[in-house]
């Protein structure tokens, strides 16, 4: 797999250092509380395991399963719930973990969706975000890095369902998805 990607923009002692940082804030920002969160499947896998393990605080896990991709590099626009929440969220401190922003319509969709169930609050956590593919305005509370609009892929984001075990976030060559 290795071999597919023009480079290592993310390696995995900067990838571990950073979210650790995270969840030391999210467990600093939410003590006395018990929030939600609420991970988008499957690209946030990865980022949310290993940011849970870093929270001190009782928290409780839910997923959601969004589409917009499908098997190529852009999006679509159009966001379609594949697996709804099974928590009531009502009353709720909700934080939404998510992979990578990009035109920001997933998380906008996905805001407007839960202020519906009446959340006590919602934040977003996002491990990557690229600010320059925003479609729409989209505030990320906890965010792990900002990237170039190039397509990347591991640490749980694919190509075509691939890359995601790789434990470190890279840039795929072009060749691989023209
Ligand atoms: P948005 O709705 O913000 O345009 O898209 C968000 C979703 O698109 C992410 O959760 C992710 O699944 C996918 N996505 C956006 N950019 C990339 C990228 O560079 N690589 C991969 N693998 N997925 C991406």
């Excluded at 959601?64 to 594949?82: C, Q």
Aim: proline share 3%; net charge negative.
């Amino acid at each position: 797999m290795r071999n597919d990607l023009a480079k290592i923009l993310i390696d995995e002692t900067t990838l571990q250092k950073r979210v650790k940082e995270m969840g030391e804030q999210i467990s600093q920002d939410y003590k006395d509380k018990t929030p939600i969160m609420i991970c988008i499947l499957k690209g946030g896998v990865l980022f949310l395991t290993d940011l849970i393990k870093n929270i001190s605080i009782p928290l409780e896990l839910d997923f959601m399963a969004l589409s917009s991709y499908g098997d190529t590099t852009k999006s679509s626009g159009v966001v379609k719930i594949k697996k709804d929440i099974d928590a009531d969220i009502t009353g709720r401190h909700v934080i939404i973990v998510e992979d990578i922003v990009d035109s920001g319509l997933t998380l906008q969709y996905m805001n407007d969706y839960f202020k519906q169930h009446k959340p006590a609050s919602t934040k977003i956590c996002a491990l990557l975000d690229k600010p320059k593919a925003h479609k729409t305005e989209i505030h990320i509370d906890y965010l792990g890095f900002e990237v170039g609009n190039e397509f990347v892929v591991g640490y749980g984001l694919d190509y075509a369902q691939k890359y995601r075990n790789l434990p470190y976030i890279g840039i795929l060559k072009e060749e691989i998805y023209t």
